[in-house]
């Protein structure tokens, strides 16, 4: 994941937990990291699924490959239960799984 940061060596990571999955464990949890104007960009949520090697930040869209509706609403689905997870993923949650099981 860290070579998807603009500044990974400014990484602060929080709230990380493991779950269990269909495909095995992941990891979420929040990343904050500065930007290419030296600013930290706020937390935003990830997603590392261990068996997929698969790392996806929430915020990237499409200049992430690894950001799809797949990654999306697994993130939803594993990482936002309880509370837990980027707020501003889970006001999305709903329409990201939907799409992603049709």
């Given at each position: ?25 992941a ?19 990830f ?56």
């Amino acid at each position: 994941m860290m070579r998807k940061l603009t500044d990974p060596e400014s990484a602060r990571f929080d709230e990380m937990f493991k779950v269990a999955t269909d495909n095995g464990e992941a990891i979420c949890g929040l990343v904050n990291s500065k930007n290419r104007m030296g600013g930290y960009t706020g937390n935003t949520g990830f997603i590392f699924e261990k068996a997929l090697n698969r790392a996806t930040l929430m915020f990237s869209g499409a200049s992430d490959p690894d950001y799809t509706g797949q990654a999306a609403a697994a993130y939803c689905a594993y990482c936002t239960d309880a509370g837990r997870g980027d707020r501003n993923i889970a006001d999305f949650c709903s329409s990201l799984i939907k799409s992603y099981r049709r």
